[in-house]
């Protein structure tokens, strides 16, 4: 079996995507579109780190005809204008990956006075219609409070990814963890979606899903740094989702004790 989590692996995902023959959505389209219940695939990636790896990937689906949406931090190596126009010029839904409550160590009214000034240095490079919270694993605030008391549709905001979706009448899978299906290293990236009636651990598991199972909207969540080319890059990535994944664990465990996040 070929090395999973690598851009030739995620090519062979795309590639049974597009034979499906079914609707492949970005956030917009599918909130736009009123959720629809039948078969579809809603392709979502949240740029953590790189933005070269969610370009290369963006590149891969613009050749097999998909648009995703691809949401971004406000970092040195991630908010890079050229690279954002680019993801836009492909065809892809770009949105703003907030994380500004834990920035400010639970201040609202610096936190939503940041996002406010954030969300604008993104629309002065491209627009933007839906957001989506960064999970920031390590902090004891959760972004998506952020929302307790302010409305994110008054920034001419259509939705919040995880707030704004309907879990329940879908499959959702994300690659956090480095497998599909790692609860355990998953502190803040979960929803209470359809559960798969077969195991979907690897790659492979999935697109067997796709093919053979799946009925319902499927929305698949990816942080392309994850999706490497060349066994260098493939064992250095390899090595640091495992470090990460303890610490998280550990993370996880201490915010149970304490009950915060």
């Given at each position: 079996?070929?090395?999973?989590f690598?851009?030739?692996?995620?090519?062979?995902?795309?590639?049974a995507?597009q034979?499906?023959?079914?609707?492949?959505?970005?956030?917009?389209?599918?909130?736009?579109?009123?959720?629809?219940?039948?078969?579809?695939?809603?392709?979502?990636?949240?740029?953590?780190?790189?933005?070269?790896?969610?370009?290369r990937?963006?590149?891969?689906?613009?050749?097999?005809?998909?648009?995703a949406?691809?949401?971004?931090?406000?970092?040195?190596s991630?908010?890079?204008?050229?690279?954002?126009?680019?993801?836009a010029?492909?065809?892809?839904e770009?949105?703003?990956?907030?994380?500004?409550?834990?920035?400010?160590?639970?201040?609202?009214?610096?936190?939503?006075?940041?996002?406010?000034?954030?969300?604008?240095?993104?629309?002065?490079v491209?627009?933007?219609?839906?957001?989506?919270?960064?999970?920031?694993?390590?902090?004891?605030?959760?972004?998506l409070?952020?929302w307790?008391t302010?409305?994110?549709?008054?920034?001419?905001?259509?939705?919040?990814?995880?707030?704004?979706?309907?879990?329940?009448?879908l499959?959702?899978f994300?690659?956090?963890?480095?497998?599909?299906?790692?609860?355990?290293?998953?502190?803040?990236?979960r929803?209470?979606?359809?559960?798969?009636?077969?195991?979907?651990?690897?790659t492979?598991?999935?697109?067997?899903?796709?093919t053979?199972?799946?009925d319902?909207?499927?929305?698949?969540?990816?942080?392309?740094?994850r999706?490497?080319?060349?066994?260098?890059?493939?064992?250095?990535?390899?090595?640091?989702?495992?470090l990460?994944n303890?610490?998280k664990w550990?993370a996880?465990?201490?915010?149970?004790?304490f009950?915060?996040?």
């Open positions: 079996m070929s090395r999973d690598t851009l030739a692996k995620y090519a062979r995902l795309c590639q995507i034979q499906l023959a079914c609707p492949v959505m970005t956030m917009c389209q599918f909130l736009e579109a009123g959720q629809p219940r039948h078969m579809l695939v809603v392709l979502r990636h949240d740029i953590d780190r790189s933005l070269a790896s969610a370009v990937m963006a590149e891969l689906e613009s050749g097999y005809g998909i648009r949406t691809y949401y971004a931090r406000v970092t040195r991630v908010f890079r204008p050229a690279g954002l126009k680019r993801l010029q492909l065809g892809h770009v949105g703003y990956h907030y994380e500004v409550l834990a920035r400010a160590r639970g201040d609202h009214q610096k936190a939503i006075q940041k996002f406010a000034e954030e969300l604008a240095l993104f629309r002065q491209i627009p933007v219609t839906t957001i989506s919270m960064h999970g920031s694993p390590l902090s004891p605030w959760n972004n409070d952020l307790q302010v409305d994110f549709a008054a920034y001419g905001l259509l939705g919040e990814a995880y707030l704004s979706v309907d879990y329940s009448e499959h959702y994300t690659d956090t963890g480095r497998t599909w299906d790692a609860t355990r290293y998953n502190i803040r990236d929803v209470a979606s359809r559960h798969s009636p077969t195991p979907v651990h690897s492979d598991d999935l697109i067997s899903f796709l053979g199972v799946a319902r909207p499927v929305l698949l969540n990816t942080h392309p740094n999706w490497t080319t060349g066994l260098l890059a493939w064992s250095t990535n390899a090595t640091a989702d495992w990460i303890q610490v550990l996880a465990r201490f915010h149970r004790k009950n915060i996040g």
